[in-house]
């Protein structure tokens, strides 16, 4: 059964790159990696997505090295308001694993 | 326009009775899903719905009960409640199977007394 770890938590100062990492050893070939953000009492919200290389969007970036058996994501310049917990995601066809989430606390 | 919503936001209940949790979504997606997050909050997917049809059923006990009376609804139904059920149930929808981009609803939590 394919387990998903994270760190449980990290915590940062206002304006650091935050890098967060998801360990998935037994990834499958067509599995995506996905990553979400959860802040109290909301549902997770979808950062960003990659099957490997680097992805970068408006907000965060993914790197999958080509092993593909883990993943990091990178949060620019973080500020009080990305304090959340966040969850990793290998997806692929009928397969949905979250990973343990970890919980980031931005400090000024 | 919420997107995702679910009804009750809280449901507090005691063990052995029967609930139901609303899920509804107005973003034209073909794919619901139901996941149990927990005191730990840990996130594991229950069922999952295509075009009304069910194409996940984790192991999850046969107490619960998803249904899906259109895309845009999944509905879940737990009989014979017990303190092990308590948790946030939350709903989500993407616009079809696999890795999509889900979004999820605001969550239901679910307290058994």
């Known amino acids: 059964l394919a387990k998903t770890t994270q760190p449980i938590s990290m915590d940062s100062y206002e304006g650091q790159e935050v890098n967060i990492t998801c360990s998935h050893n037994?990834?499958?070939?067509?599995?995506?990696i996905t990553w979400y953000q959860q802040f109290p009492s909301q549902g997770p919200r979808f950062i960003i997505q990659?099957?490997?290389t680097k992805v970068t969007n408006e907000v965060a970036s993914l790197f999958i090295p080509a092993d593909r058996k883990s993943s990091t994501l990178s949060l620019p310049r973080v500020s009080l308001s990305d304090t959340a917990v966040y969850y990793c995601?290998?997806?692929?066809?009928?397969?949905?694993?979250f990973g343990t989430g970890t919980r980031l606390k931005v400090l000024a | 326009d919420t997107a995702v919503s679910q009804t009750p936001k809280y449901l507090v209940t005691q063990m052995g009775n029967d609930k139901s949790i609303k899920c509804e979504q107005n973003?034209?997606?073909?794919?619901m899903y139901w996941y149990k997050q927990d005191s730990k909050k840990f996130l594991k997917i229950m069922f999952s719905?295509?075009?009304?049809?069910?194409?996940i059923n984790e192991t999850v006990p046969n107490r619960f009960s998803p249904k899906s009376p259109d895309k845009a609804h999944l509905n879940l139904h737990i009989n014979s409640l017990e303190l092990g059920d308590s948790a946030v149930y939350f709903c989500?929808?993407?616009?079809?199977?696999?890795?999509?981009?889900?979004?999820f609803g605001p969550g239901t939590r679910l307290t058994v007394l």
């Open positions: 037994n990834i499958a070939t067509n599995d995506y």
């Open positions: 719905y295509n075009n009304k049809e069910l194409i």
């Open positions: 973003l034209g997606h073909d794919t």
């Open positions: 995601l290998a997806s692929g066809t009928y397969k949905y694993i």
């Open positions: 989500a929808s993407s616009s079809g199977q696999g890795a999509k981009e889900q979004f």
């Open positions: 990659g099957y490997k």
